[in-house]
Nanobody
């Protein structure tokens, strides 16, 4: 079992920045990839960024150059630094952990005003 708790969402103006955090606990040794997904109203959940246990990262085209995923193994925390935010980044952001199963946090709302 893996437990995930997101924090750091909020309201920000376009062009601003936010940093999301995902605290990870439980069977951390079994995780081979961590990711951030988002779901905007009326849209499907989509991958934003992912980092593997080996440190490889990949990003959605829409956030490349603006968002950065990172992890602090000592703190068991994964971060998503979001810069140059746009109104279209408004969504609930979910932390995801991949083992043989998929685990999800409850999400944190990010609202970007124009």
């Amino acid at each position: 079992q893996v437990q995930l708790v997101e924090s750091g969402g909020g309201l920000v103006q376009a062009g601003g920045s936010l940093r999301l955090s995902c605290a990870v606990s439980g069977s951390i040794f079994s995780i081979y990839a961590m990711g951030w997904y988002r779901q905007a109203p009326g849209k499907q959940r989509e991958l934003v960024a992912q980092i593997t246990s080996g440190g490889s990262t990949n990003y959605a085209d829409s956030v490349k150059g603006r968002f950065t995923i990172s992890r602090d193994n000592a703190k068991n925390t994964v971060y998503l630094q979001m810069n140059s935010l746009k109104p279209e980044d408004t969504a609930v952001y979910y932390c995801n952990a991949q083992t043989r199963m998929n685990y999800w946090g409850k999400g944190t709302l990010v609202t970007v005003s124009s």
